[in-house]
């Protein structure tokens, strides 16, 4: 039995000062994110389903309208995105960029289809005929082309629009295929796309023109084809009647058809929109007898920030909804029949038919947070200050937004009491703001606050009983205390209170960037950008202490919740921990790579976080000095960060325009740390079973899945010591998955930098190049850099096995050069590298010769000698006369000094016996010379015959000159014995060269 239990890594714990453990975090993990979703760009609702495709730079937001997040992002070509239009079906979406080129998407993929050019300049307007095929594109060459989106091609070319082509529009009868163009002239085109019953050519109709700008919106009556509404920026609104002749020829100018103006209706601003209301729709000042007179109703949108309906053809106003902002645009969304409108600061207003009020309202962009706070009474309102002057109150959960409006410039600071019932902001226009919401949840300015001459950069409020005051800091250089009175008197609902400031104390030489209030309410504190920290009385305004230590300017000071200390953010990358009893610095965090622009204590003020201009998050525990996790939260600075009152989320906000929450994921993602623990012991003890069991597949299949690249190399080498180790090799790697392969890639890499492992991981790279398709290891991430380590690692191995390989050759080489013994005659002797032969290769000699091959020489133990009998040779003199030759051994020599060694020769007649057996022995004696008859003809002086095998063992004193023999002058010598002379010693024992 496995105790898991005490394997597993505690959650790290601090013990408080009432007993209590205290459970410090170690991560954060993204919640959800309020990104980017619209920056200004083309806007369409789909046809069946609740979304909007919004252009945002070179992407196009598909968005939710029920959530307002972006479901998907269709990529761009690194273009603003300039037109979107939407098939009836919604199955295909087509989008146009500055790059000229046109994408057509599978939207629920995010795939592009295929992508052509469509005209010589940027495409500004687009939309689909209702049969689906067909798709008309304005643009800025003053062309007009309609192409058939299945197969790619250009069906009809309009030439003739005096600029720019803003908007394009079919009939909505999809039978008739006629289409409407405007341009920037002010003139609206009428074209045919051609009918044959009719005999009429492709080309154009009529011109309408009566506007004498840009015209922005199009519609249809409904029920009446040949009613057009069109509104431009003139500030006019003209309803126009199409003739109903069939036709006849068709001129070069005007066209075969006519339009007439019946109605003109002024709206006294420039429409940016108009939309054209459906029959049988609920919605203010609507009349059914006026629609059963054949009349309508129809929706303009324009700079004056107001949706109003008129009604034709009494050409009135019977309803106006205001809006937050000056309107960009307008549409009627089918899918779910609701009133859709843009404004120009990237906001998107969801209004319902009946009342035309805001139902949903999405924020498209931030732009850039500069503050964030929790309010309301459950926390579940954020409060967003961005760099406009409205104030942006975000619901938590369904991310519906409301507009707070008083400041006349940017908004550049919040703070809020911790119940979350008072607000205060500070802006560029030199005041400070008291927000409060009423019964019903409304919130409104309450009170102002007047006084400095600058910026006001920096808030910080408290509740102190049932009055509250606030501290707020100036790039005048000053810090001011404002108290607000229990009971403010209004003297009407829209009214607000003035302020005036308990005291006003010049705090530092530049701007001020942060305040804070002590817990206590008896201290303040002031972050300065002249690299100071300061700390106020909160009663009289007196300075205690300066904070002096960082390099460069300060831009957050916070009191610890718990303790008497500060922590402070600077621009020199750093954050220090301050003592409010001497105001020394006890402990600098260090980590940073920039600046860093606030900093929140956490867990009752044991953990730091803190968040710098490189979009990072980092969480510190204050007791280590430890920097336990790094986040990766924005793409630019993070201006903003805000903690929820238990802790468990965080909401950042920076530069890039998004707002981040952050959840604390320390419980989940220890209990998942432990699960994986867990779950690899028991796989580990399953793998050595799996090995002890000799199942070798299936244990190289489990150490890649558990990640044990030891176990896999000691499986691995055992399979390829069996005779079917490829096909095993195979079947393994055929069977794995890319994640696989690619892990086993990495494992391949590295036992290749090893010249031990090499070989096995060159036989499993063998095995993966001849298993997984080229295309697959292609597409691997790793691949590229795996290829080079493998390539640089295996050239150093080639280069060693074949100095190895020239090594071994060289060693046979020079042990053939010092065989033993003479050559048998008519045996060539092989000196080539390449020719060397083993032992007993030659041809048998003759009998009574000794064999042209050396002698097999064992070793004794202990004398020193290699296995092959080192050092042997044979001394052959000059001059040749006799048939006697010299052998010569010395084993286990030093210099000076050389072992007496015992030859005994054996002379036999038969063949195929063994001619001679040298076996050597040690003797006392220092040196001896062995001379042994090895023709077979008698000796003169031993008398010994060749038919009878004698043993012969004579000791003779070794020559004293190289090259003397002891042999008669009538003995011959061998040509072999000749060719391999041995060098003799030079002086001082070494041997001649």
């Not at 006392?924 to 003809?937: F, N, P």
């Amino acid at each position: 039995l496995i105790d898991k239990s005490s394997r597993m890594r505690p959650l790290a714990q601090v013990r408080t000062a009432d007993g209590g453990t205290l459970h410090l975090k170690t991560s954060y993990t993204l919640d959800s994110r309020i990104s980017v979703l619209y920056t200004g760009g083309p806007i369409e609702p789909a046809n069946v389903a609740k979304v909007l495709f919004c252009g945002c730079d070179e992407v196009v937001n598909v968005v939710d309208l029920e959530t307002g997040q972006i479901v998907r992002a269709l990529p761009g070509d690194t273009e603003p995105v300039t037109a979107v239009a939407v098939s009836p079906d919604d199955d295909t979406i087509v989008t146009a960029s500055r790059s000229r080129l046109l994408r057509v998407y599978d939207w629920t993929t995010a795939t592009c289809r295929r992508s052509f050019k469509a005209h010589d300049a940027p495409t500004m307007a687009m939309q689909y005929h209702r049969s689906g095929t067909l798709l008309a594109t304005g643009s800025s060459d003053a062309t007009v082309k309609v192409w058939n989106v299945e197969k790619g091609f250009c069906t009809h070319n309009f030439t003739g629009s005096d600029g720019v082509v803003s908007l394009v529009q079919f009939h909505p009868d999809p039978k008739t295929m006629e289409l409407f163009s405007c341009s920037v002239g002010g003139a609206v085109r009428w074209w045919t796309l051609g009918d044959p019953k009719l005999s009429l050519r492709p080309g154009l109709l009529a011109v309408l023109d009566g506007h004498n700008s840009l015209v922005r919106g199009l519609g249809f009556a409904p029920g009446d084809p040949t009613t057009v509404v069109t509104g431009g920026r003139d500030g006019v609104v003209l309803v126009w009647k199409l003739s109903s002749g069939t036709g006849g020829k068709q001129g070069k100018g005007g066209g075969s058809r006519g339009a007439a103006v019946v109605a003109t209706v002024p709206v006294y601003e420039t429409v940016e929109g108009l939309t054209v209301l459906p029959t049988n729709t609920r919605f203010p000042g609507r009349s059914k007898q006026v629609e059963r007179d054949g009349g309508f109703y129809y929706v303009t949108a324009g700079d004056k920030g107001e949706l109003r309906i008129w009604e034709h053809p009494s050409g009135r106003c019977v309803h106006t909804a205001p809006c937050p902002s000056a309107l960009a645009g307008c549409f009627w969304n089918t899918a779910d029949s609701t009133f859709v409108a843009c404004t120009f600061d990237h906001t998107v207003l969801v209004h319902e038919p009946k009342g035309l009020n805001v139902a949903k309202r999405f924020v498209g962009s931030f732009d850039e947070v500069t503050g964030l706070k929790f309010v309301g009474e459950a926390h579940d309102q954020l409060a967003v200050s961005t760099n406009t002057e409205h104030i942006q109150l975000v619901d938590v959960k369904t991310r519906d937004s409301t507009v707070l409006q008083g400041h006349s410039a940017i908004v550049m600071c919040l703070a809020a009491t911790a119940d979350g019932c008072l607000l205060v902001s500070g802006s560029k226009d030199n005041t400070a703001r008291v927000w409060q919401p009423d019964e019903a949840g409304a919130w409104s300015c309450v009170a102002i606050a007047r006084g400095h001459a600058g910026d006001v950069t920096a808030v910080a409020v408290r509740r102190k009983g049932s009055s509250a005051y606030f501290v707020t800091g100036s790039t005048d250089c000053t810090v001011k205390l404002w108290q607000l009175p229990e009971v403010l008197d209004l003297e009407g609902p829209d009214s607000t209170a003035d302020l005036r400031a308990k005291f006003t104390r010049k705090a530092h030489d530049k701007d001020v960037n942060g305040v804070d209030v002590s817990p206590n309410h008896k201290l303040v504190a002031t972050a300065g950008g002249d690299r100071f920290a300061k700390v106020w009385h909160a009663e009289t305004g007196e300075l205690v202490g300066t904070l002096r230590g960082h390099k460069r300017g300060v831009w957050s000071a916070r009191f610890s919740p718990v303790d008497q200390v500060i922590a402070t953010a600077s621009a020199d990358a750093t954050v220090r921990l301050w003592a409010v009893a001497d105001f020394t610095c006890v402990k600098t965090f260090e980590g940073h790579d920039s600046s860093v622009l606030d900093v929140r204590f956490l867990c009752r003020g044991v953990q730091l976080l803190s968040a710098s201009s490189d979009g990072l998050l980092k969480l510190w525990t204050i007791k280590s000095n430890e920097l336990v996790a790094t986040v990766e939260a924005h793409e630019s600075r993070i201006w903003a960060l805000e903690t929820s009152g238990d802790e468990t989320s965080v909401v950042t906000g920076g530069q890039d325009g998004s707002i981040a929450f952050w959840r604390d994921a320390t419980l989940e993602e220890d209990a998942v740390r432990q699960e994986e623990e867990e779950d690899r012991i028991v796989k580990t003890q399953d793998l050595s079973n799996l090995i002890a069991q000799e199942k070798l597949l299936p244990a190289a299949r489990l150490a890649i899945e558990i990640g044990h690249p030891y176990k896999l190399l000691i499986v691995i080498t055992k399979l390829l010591q069996r005779d079917d180790a490829t096909e095993l090799l195979h079947e393994l790697v055929a069977g794995l998955e890319p994640e696989a392969v690619e892990k086993l890639l990495g494992y391949v890499q590295d036992w290749n930098t090893n010249s031990k492992r090499c070989h096995t991981a060159h036989a499993v790279l063998g095995a993966i190049l001849r298993s997984v398709p080229a295309e697959q290891l292609t597409r691997l991430p790793t691949t590229a850099s795996v290829v080079q380590s493998l390539l640089a690692y295996s050239d150093r191995h080639f280069r060693r096995l074949s100095t190895l390989q020239q090594s071994v050759r060289l060693i046979d080489y020079t042990w053939a050069e010092m065989r033993i013994g003479d050559a048998a005659p008519g045996v060539e002797t092989r000196r080539s590298l390449g020719d060397v032969h083993a032992i007993g290769d030659s041809p048998a000699a003759p009998a009574g010769a000794v064999s042209a091959e050396p002698a097999v020489l064992s070793e004794p133990e202990g004398t020193g000698m290699d296995a092959d009998g080192a050092h042997a040779a044979v001394e052959t003199p000059k001059k040749s006369g006799g048939a006697r030759s010299k052998l010569h051994r010395k084993a286990g020599t030093t210099d000076g000094e050389e072992s007496a060694m015992e030859v005994e020769a054996v002379v036999a007649p038969d063949p195929k016996t063994p001619v001679a057996a040298v076996t050597p022995k040690r003797s006392k004696r220092k040196s001896v010379a062995a001379v042994v008859d090895v023709d077979g003809a008698p000796n003169a002086d031993s008398g010994a015959t060749p038919e009878v095998m004698t043993s012969s063992r004579r000791k003779v004193k070794k020559p004293r000159r190289f090259g003397q023999s002891p042999v008669s002058s009538g003995q011959a010598m061998t040509p072999s014995a000749k060719s391999r002379q041995t060098p003799g010693r030079g002086k001082g024992g070494k041997p001649a060269e």
